[in-house]
Each structure stands twice: as C-alpha cells, then as structure tokens.
C-alpha cells in the first residue's frame, strides 16, 4: 500500500504523523509524509525509510490580507503536493491527516485526486480541519472518547489514543534505574516540569521559584526556548533542582520513569505519555489554546488520574500547598498512578495502520 501523511512542524502533530508513518514503514507500506507550513521550523529527516517533502501551508483567520495569505499559501501547497505526487509517480491508496492547517494541503490533494482519506484528532474538541474534512473521512482516528460528541453522529470514528514515539515506548526503567541515569536524587520525590512546545516560560520559571522555596521535593525542570533567560536568572542547579533546555527522546522516558509527579501541560501528546507512563499529574492547561487542553486535562482529573491548576492561578502559596498535599500522600499517588494507567493506549500506531489496511 502506498500511503502519504500530512501534517505540521509542531510536536504535537508531527510525533504522531511520524510514529504512524514508521508503523507503516514496518508493515512493508511505502510511505510519504508531507510536512506543512513555515520552513523555519527544523526538522531532521534522514535514515528514516521513508521520503520527507515541505510544502508551503498557512492558518486563514480573521480577515483580509491574513486570511488572504494563509488561503494562498495553502494553494501553494496543495499544488506542490500534487506535483510531488506526478514527479514521483507516486500514487497513494490513502492519506491521513493529523489536523491543524499544515495538513489541508494534503486533504485537498486527496480530494481532488479521489484518494480516501483518514483524520487523526490529539484533543478532546476537534479543530477546524478536522471539524471542515470529517464528513469526508473514511475514519477519524480519536485519542478521547468525548471527541465523538463533537462530530456528526454519520462520521465513522475510532478510538485508538495519540500514538506516542516508540523511543518512549520502548525505554523502561526502575525508579531507582530512571534516576541513577539522570543523577537524580534516590531518596527525595522528583516532581518533573514540562511546559510544553508553547507557554513553557510561565511553567519553567513559576517552578524554578516555587523549587527555591520548597526543599521536600527535587525538580527537574525543562525550559524549552526560555532556558537561557532562565539559568540566567536561577542558574543550571540548584541544591534541590536542576533546569535543562529539552529532554531528548530516551531522557524523556527515565524522567517520567524517575518522577514522584508530573506538572505539564495538557496538550494531547503529553497527556498520551503521562498516562504510558503512570504517572501522577498536575495538570495546568495552557490558556493561549483556545480551552482545548482544559478539555483535555478534565478527562485524567474525572479519571482521578490527575488534578486541575489554572494558570490563572498560578502563586508561590498555592502551588506550595497543592504540591505538599500531593507528596504527603504516597497512596494518593499510587491511586492517580493507577488510574493514569488505566487510560492509556500504547497500540495506537498499530491501531492506526491495522483499521487502514483492513479498509484498504
């Protein structure tokens, strides 16, 4: 089978696009992902058994020049996409879609070209490409059940999880293993901080001063884009934290692997590791994302899986008091890790490319 994957630069589209493309790789299918939108965004490709091309794609909002230029550039990829399609003779039987307007160049290619197409949702409430392509999908690929309440009832829909990379999924570790790697403290609760592809700078340098006042816990805090400005003011380490810019993929899993608790945001990607992982959460939604990640979060805080801190609400005492209420109570710990663990869907790539091959 010959499949093409559309999607975007962001974390939160392209870990999944990849993960499903790799599965498919592995299933003896010929694979062609297109990566939409700003060329800034690097993005290393080699060595991974399939071809990687870039098209041009933009957001249409509000009104005038804006909408105007994302609705051409998206013209633009969608006609790159069909000249990449003729010059390789490349000739899919399907294409799926992560959503967010990086992937309406592919959909549109489909659309024109006849080729039946697959949608794969990360949140709660679907955004405006999965909303505008669902009723012409042969599935939607879900990671929440409550998706269904907001399509139409006649769109066939699965739910499979967000397929998280298998560098995660494939590193394990005892605690103690987990923070021996990481020079991590054996003895104290780790409570890890993960702002997230955006809004990372509010999380990071909240925690880096709630760490300077709370001794009974050590915190590993990934800054993102912010580290700099951060260890400029903090420092790299701390007597009970230690800031570092990212977290690579093998990191990543002995950190959820070494964590007491986890304090993140709610994008679906995070919320599909946090629950791989069984890990307790503190879950504080970023409020740039039009609610969805509040939507997202609700869903482990009704599981008993993890609890809610708005932004908004963001103070030294607070945070403080929520935090030693959690670490006071190791079983109340052991249960949210239970119930985290209950919701996860560790197949969901396999899921993914078993439903395609089964239509196709």
Same mark, same amino acid.
């Given at each position: 089978?010959?499949?093409?994957?559309?999607?975007?630069?962001?974390? +939160?589209?392209?870990?999944?696009?990849?993960?499903?493309?790799?599965?498919?790789?592995?299933?003896?299918?010929?694979?062609?992902?297109?990566?939409?939108?700003?060329?800034?965004?690097?993005?290393?490709?080699?060595?991974?058994?399939?071809?990687?091309?870039?098209?041009?794609?933009?957001?249409?909002?509000?009104?005038?020049?804006?909408?105007?230029?994302?609705?051409? *550039?998206?013209?633009?990829?969608?006609?790159?996409?069909?000249?990449?399609?003729?010059?390789?003779?490349?000739?899919? %039987?399907?294409?799926?879609?992560?959503?967010?307007?990086?992937?309406?160049? +592919?959909?549109?290619?489909?659309?024109?070209?006849?080729?039946?197409?697959?949608?794969?949702?990360?949140?709660?409430?679907?955004?405006?490409?999965? =909303?505008?392509?669902?009723?012409?999908?042969?599935?939607?690929?879900?990671?929440?059940?409550? &998706?269904?309440?907001?399509?139409?009832?006649?769109?066939?829909?699965?739910?499979?999880?967000?397929?998280?990379?298998?560098?995660?999924?494939? &590193?394990?570790?005892?605690?103690?293993?987990?923070?021996?790697?990481?020079?991590?403290?054996? #003895? *104290?609760?780790?409570?890890?901080?993960?702002?997230?592809?955006?809004?990372?700078?509010?999380?990071?340098?909240?925690?880096?001063?709630?760490?300077?006042?709370?001794?009974?816990?050590?915190?590993?805090?990934?800054?993102?884009?912010?580290?700099?400005?951060?260890?400029?003011?903090?420092?790299?380490?701390?007597?009970?934290?230690?800031?570092? =810019?990212?977290?690579?993929? *093998?990191?990543?899993?002995?950190?959820?692997?070494?964590?007491?608790?986890?304090?993140?945001?709610?994008?679906?990607?995070?919320?599909?590791?946090?629950?791989?992982? +069984?890990?307790?959460?503190?879950?504080?939604?970023?409020? +740039?994302? *039009?609610?969805?990640?509040?939507?997202?979060?609700?869903?482990?805080?009704?599981?008993?899986?993890?609890?809610?801190?708005?932004?908004?609400?963001?103070?030294?005492?607070?945070?403080?008091? %929520?935090?030693?209420?959690?670490?006071?109570?190791?079983?109340?710990?052991? #249960?949210?890790? #239970?119930?985290?663990?209950?919701?996860?869907?560790?197949?969901?790539?396999? &899921?993914?490319?078993?439903?395609?091959?089964?239509?196709?």
């Amino acid at each position: 089978m010959k499949l093409v994957i559309a999607t975007g630069a962001s974390g +939160g589209h392209l870990y999944p696009a990849l993960e499903v493309a790799r599965t498919a790789r592995d299933h003896g299918h010929e694979v062609l992902l297109l990566l939409g939108g700003t060329p800034r965004v690097p993005f290393r490709h080699r060595n991974l058994g399939f071809r990687v091309y870039r098209v041009a794609a933009g957001p249409i909002v509000g009104k005038g020049w804006r909408a105007l230029w994302g609705g051409l *550039r998206i013209l633009a990829g969608t006609l790159e996409t069909l000249g990449i399609l003729a010059a390789h003779r490349f000739r899919p %039987q399907a294409v799926v879609a992560t959503g967010s307007f990086a992937s309406v160049p +592919g959909l549109l290619a489909a659309q024109l070209l006849r080729i039946p197409y697959f949608l794969l949702e990360q949140n709660v409430e679907p955004g405006a490409t999965i =909303r505008h392509f669902a009723g012409g999908a042969q599935t939607v690929f879900l990671s929440f059940g409550a &998706t269904r309440e907001y399509l139409p009832a006649d769109v066939p829909t699965v739910v499979t999880g967000n397929p998280v990379r298998r560098e995660l999924r494939e &590193t394990r570790a005892e605690t103690a293993d987990a923070r021996k790697a990481l020079d991590l403290p054996p #003895d *104290r609760p780790v409570v890890l901080v993960l702002g997230g592809s955006q809004g990372s700078q509010i999380l990071a340098r909240h925690f880096a001063q709630v760490a300077r006042s709370f001794p009974d816990a050590y915190f590993l805090i990934q800054a993102g884009r912010v580290y700099e400005d951060l260890i400029s003011d903090y420092g790299e380490l701390g007597e009970n934290y230690r800031i570092v =810019r990212y977290l690579e993929a *093998r990191d990543m899993a002995l950190a959820y692997q070494a964590a007491t608790l986890v304090v993140s945001r709610a994008g679906g990607g995070a919320l599909a590791e946090i629950t791989l992982f +069984g890990v307790p959460a503190l879950l504080v939604p970023f409020t +740039g994302a *039009r609610g969805h990640q509040r939507l997202n979060a609700q869903v482990l805080v009704q599981q008993g899986a993890a609890l809610l801190l708005e932004e908004a609400h963001l103070n030294l005492e607070t945070t403080r008091e %929520q935090l030693h209420n959690l670490l006071a109570h190791p079983e109340k710990l052991r #249960d949210m890790a #239970d119930r985290a663990r209950s919701l996860a869907l560790p197949e969901a790539a396999e &899921t993914i490319v078993k439903t395609i091959e089964r239509w196709a």
